[in-house]
């Protein structure tokens, strides 16, 4: 029997430092700013004298800087990534805006129409779907070559999906002509389904093609907004075949905060979807133990252990809403529960979600604990 | 001869301005009275908009709460601003009421600045508040409807009515589940005790399967999200007064007021009570611009209705 090992790696954005905000933004870059990026360099072996060099401009950055600021902050998050010890790597998205804005912008069809809350003083920019929307460029391919150039490790790319540009998105196109005031489920249900297979034909899928025709073999579809409405699941499974189809990659979904006992038996309906990265740590205990009250937060494995969909579960072991730094033990029995569930070879480990809520020193030692308790976990597994 | 009013009940959408004041709040780059003053100029704003599109009854939008339960939990003993919960199926968050005690107590019923009493015309405004059911449901703990109607949103409500309030809307939202208690939310609104007319509004969601229910409380208005529920669920003849959820506060798409009207039309054919024209749930869900323009095309197809009255 050959020994177990299991695959390590964040699920895509980290913070983004005050010297990249801050330039890019226009605003002024503070001397505190460049000490940060001259420690996280020396921390991360990053030669930090042009970047700095640049910085000491304080503002005013000319859009070459702006790209070689741009360059930097990728680089720091992949090295970030690399020398916590994880097997596979991207950017932290340093480049990305916010992931929602982030695809709506590169596509047309789309206009801003402004600020919403999203809780409290929490607000996001909401854009309106106004014309049949079409991506026709590879607008991650400059991202993507600078990652596969920078890092010797496997590369994993994140894209938003396509059903959560069509839920997080006014309709002023599909909804338009016949109103919908006092119509049927099914006529309202129609337009989001043509919405939703379009944002995977032409908004999606056209990026997700060029990533992997240069080389790309490996790419997750983030869905956050997969189980917002139970009734639309199928939804979201027919916009993952319809992105995926014919394209030959590894395609993994990533859905965090949400009710996973929607996802059956419609996930079945999956083709060819290589995992499901999922969050748990956020609903479990902070105690070690491999029992099932230990484990709160993994008791959905056994309805995943049930279904006739049998892909890898990515295992969300750390939570990205606390500064709690989860300890290796915690960590490896989080692993070993999971892997008592479903056997060791459907178990790939992950964050709950992205880091960019942390900072990156307690990014950093979260994915330094994470992968100390993954080898804790294959050690107790292969008996060594 | 059938009444017809329009107004705007819930949380409204906060302008740019106010968006940017907030966000420099949390960040430590203004004050609390730089934000309180942009919140003056947002309600003054609001209040004109509704002035101009003749709304029946005036709102303040509850600029400054940041759900639609926090300033309750916040101000009730036994309550405190628990988990963040997703609202429905909206891309929106609450803080669900923890509860720390049996029985909540309002300490004191919420004043200014929660209710913007002294910018409001008195007898012309109607107020907002959580069903006591909703609040017991989505609290993170044990809790009765009933407790929370006795000693939190009845005493509220009565210190509204004292205060020039015409009309309260309770918004419920926790109907829409398999686990709804219509029983319990009818014993609530008994125990609620108000002086004034009660209506229970229904955001965001189908209330097809739960109206043949909610017609038989003793509540006189019933608010439906027309773009959530099918027209054909709604119990025929309707014997309550019908707040009609006709501007859709989750899309950007502005509606057209004769549209609204021909829809007004049909459901007053099937109505015992008043027709209300009402957004079909906060109109925070949208930017403050487009909150704006609906309001005022929610004021046109109620003139054009009342012209035919």
């Known amino acids: 029997m050959s020994e177990v090992r299991f695959v390590t790696r964040e699920i895509g954005s980290l913070a983004k430092p005050g010297w990249r905000v801050k330039s890019i933004a226009g605003r002024p870059v503070e001397k505190t700013d460049i000490e940060y990026a001259r420690k996280w360099g020396d921390r991360l072996d990053i030669d930090t004298e042009k970047l700095t060099e640049i910085l000491g401009k304080g503002t005013n950055f000319s859009d070459s800087e702006k790209a070689q600021i741009q360059d930097q902050a990728a680089l720091y998050g992949i090295r970030l990534l690399e020398n916590s010890g994880l097997d596979v790597v991207y950017d932290g998205e340093q480049r990305r805006s916010e992931m929602y804005d982030h695809a709506v912008k590169h596509a047309h069809g789309f206009e801003t129409r402004g600020t919403v809350r999203s809780w409290d003083n929490k607000y996001y920019t909401k854009a309106a779907v106004v014309e049949k929307p079409l991506v026709d460029t590879t607008y991650d391919l400059e991202e993507y070559e600078f990652v596969r150039d920078n890092t010797e490790r496997t590369v994993k790319v994140p894209f938003t999906g396509a059903y959560t540009v069509m839920d997080w998105s006014y309709d002023e196109h599909y909804a338009r002509g016949d109103s919908f005031l006092g119509a049927s489920a099914e006529r309202r249900m129609d337009a989001r389904r043509i919405f939703g297979v379009d944002a995977a034909r032409d908004v999606v899928r056209p990026n997700l093609a060029g990533i992997v025709e240069a080389g790309a073999d490996w790419v997750q579809i983030d869905e956050p907004a997969a189980t917002t409405r139970p009734e639309e699941v199928p939804l979201v499974v027919e916009t993952f075949n319809a992105t995926r189809e014919g394209i030959d990659v590894l395609c993994s979904i990533h859905i965090c905060f949400s009710d996973y006992s929607c996802l059956f038996p419609h996930i079945e309906g999956l083709d060819d979807c290589y995992e499901l990265q999922l969050e748990f740590s956020n609903r479990d205990s902070l105690e070690t133990g491999t029992k099932d009250a230990d484990r709160p937060g993994y008791a959905i494995l056994e309805r995943f252990r049930e279904s006739e969909w049998d892909g890898k579960i990515g295992l969300g072991v750390i939570d990205i809403h606390t500064d709690f730094i989860e300890p290796p033990e915690l960590v490896r029995d989080r692993i070993l529960y999971a892997a008592g569930v479903l056997g060791p070879e459907r178990i790939e480990v992950n964050t709950d979600c992205g880091l960019r809520t942390r900072s990156w020193e307690v990014s950093y030692e979260k994915l330094v604990s994470m992968v100390e308790g993954t080898r804790l976990a294959e050690e107790a597994l292969n008996g060594s | 001869m059938r009444e017809i009013k329009a107004y705007v009940p819930g949380i409204y959408a906060r302008s740019e301005a106010l968006v940017r004041a907030t966000r420099d709040l949390d960040r430590g780059r203004t004050t609390q009275e730089t934000v309180a003053e942009r919140e003056a100029t947002d309600l003054h704003d609001f209040l ?99 407790a929370v109607a006795e000693t939190v949103i009845g005493p ?93 506060a989750r899309n950007s798409l502005l509606e057209e007021p004769e549209e609204i009207a021909e829809f007004g039309r049909q459901l007053l054919e099937e109505l015992e009570g008043e027709l209300h024209l009402v957004p079909n749930g906060d109109l925070q869900f949208v930017p403050e611009k487009i909150a704006r323009e609906k309001v005022r095309r929610l004021g046109e197809a109620a003139r054009i209705l009342k012209k035919e009255q």
């Open chain 2, 48 to 146: 004109e908009v509704q002035r101009e599109a003749s709304l029946d009854y005036f709102s303040d939008g509850l600029l400054n709460w940041q759900d639609i339960f926090r300033p309750l939990d916040e101000a009730a003993e036994g309550l405190r601003p628990g988990p963040l919960t997703r609202f429905l199926n909206t891309n929106t968050f609450f803080r669900a009421p923890a509860v720390e005690a049996e029985t909540p107590k309002l300490a004191e019923p919420l004043g200014e600045p929660f209710f913007r009493i002294g910018d409001l015309p008195r007898g012309r405004w109607a107020a907002t508040l959580p069903s006591p059911h909703a609040l017991a449901h989505f609290s993170a703990g044990e809790l009765s409807s009933q």
């Open chain 2, 156 to 248: 509220q409500i009565r210190w509204l009515v004292g205060n020039g309030c015409a009309m309260v809307i309770l918004q419920e939202a926790a109907l829409f589940s398999g686990e709804r208690d219509v029983f319990g939310l009818g014993e609530a609104l008994d125990a609620l005790e108000s002086p004034v007319p009660l209506a229970i509004q229904l955001p965001f969601g189908d209330a097809g399967e739960v109206l043949g229910e909610l017609v038989e409380l003793d509540v006189e208005a019933i608010g439906v999200d027309f773009y959530a529920t099918d027209v054909a669920a709604l119990p025929r003849p309707f014997p309550k007064t019908l707040l009609a959820g006709v501007i859709d």
